[in-house]
């Protein structure tokens, strides 16, 4: 049973900074990411990494404050989020992308910038 399961998100004020891990179980993805969805928006993806770790992507609203990572002997990827802005609020998902194109997605862990 594939599973990710989010941690990190919670309550920060603007400037702050969050970390946001996923555990991934049950198989290995050839990339892994984050993505976010604020109340009636639509779900954007903010920043990916490859299954080696040597290529990432991010948003452009996000570039500079944000970093993933991730260890694939733990099957595990983070978020650095620095210098939040309260228009990073939104539920953040963690997603894993199979070999064969199909994702799958974490629960969801809620981050809210405070102004």
């Known amino acids: 049973q594939v599973q990710l399961a989010e941690s990190g998100g919670g309550l920060v004020q603007a400037g702050g900074s969050l970390r946001l891990s996923c555990a991934a179980s049950?198989?290995?993805?050839?990339?892994m990411g984050w993505s976010r969805q604020a109340p009636g928006k639509v779900r954007e993806l903010v920043a990916s990494?490859?299954?080696?770790?040597?290529?990432?992507n991010y948003a452009d609203s996000v570039k500079g404050r944000f970093t993933i990572s991730r260890d694939n002997a733990k099957n595990t990827v983070w978020l650095q989020m620095n210098s939040l802005k309260p228009e990073d609020t939104a539920i953040y998902y963690c997603?894993?992308?199979?070999?064969?194109?199909?994702?799958?997605w974490g629960q969801g862990t809620q981050v809210t910038v405070s102004s």
């Open positions: 990494i490859t299954s080696s770790g040597g290529t990432s």
């Open positions: 049950g198989s290995t993805f050839s990339s």
């Open positions: 997603r894993g992308r199979l070999a064969t194109g199909y994702i799958y």
